[in-house]
Nanobody
Framework: QVQLVESGGGLVQPGGSLRLSCEAS????????MGWYREAPEKERELVGS???????KYKDSVKGRFTISRDNAKNTVYLEMNSLKPEDTAVYYC???????????????WGEGTLVTVSS
């Protein structure tokens, strides 16, 4: 099994910054893509950003230039640096990881429990 633990959410004023972290632990043979989704009240969950094992990065258009995703492969940890935060960034942020637990099985997607980010004055 693989567990994901997020940290770093909280309340921040518009224009402020937060850094989210998500560490994966457990029986991990290989870590593939990692990333972040978010879910705002009464909205569908949406991809914020992802980073492949080779470092290829994708972002949601509305966060480009403000958010930066990175990962530490040695620690199986993914980060989301969020700057110039806006009220519309308010949501529960979920990290995910595609992990192989044994070499003969395809990667499985695992999810964290979510961390709340509130952008408000």
């Amino acid at each position: 099994q693989v567990q994901l633990v997020e940290s770093g959410g909280g309340l921040v004023q518009p224009g402020g910054s937060l850094r989210l972290s998500c560490e994966a632990s457990g029986s991990i043979f290989s870590m593939e893509a990692m990333g972040w989704y978010r879910e705002a009240p009464e909205k569908e969950r949406e991809l914020v950003g992802s980073i492949s094992s080779s470092g290829r990065i994708k972002y949601k258009d509305s966060v480009k230039g403000r958010f930066t995703i990175s990962r530490d492969n040695a620690k199986n940890t993914v980060y989301l640096e969020m700057n110039s935060l806006k009220p519309e960034d308010t949501a529960v942020y979920y990290c995910y990881a595609e992990a192989m637990v044994v070499p003969w099985l395809e990667a499985t997607e695992y999810w964290g429990e979510g961390t709340l980010v509130t952008v408000s004055s």
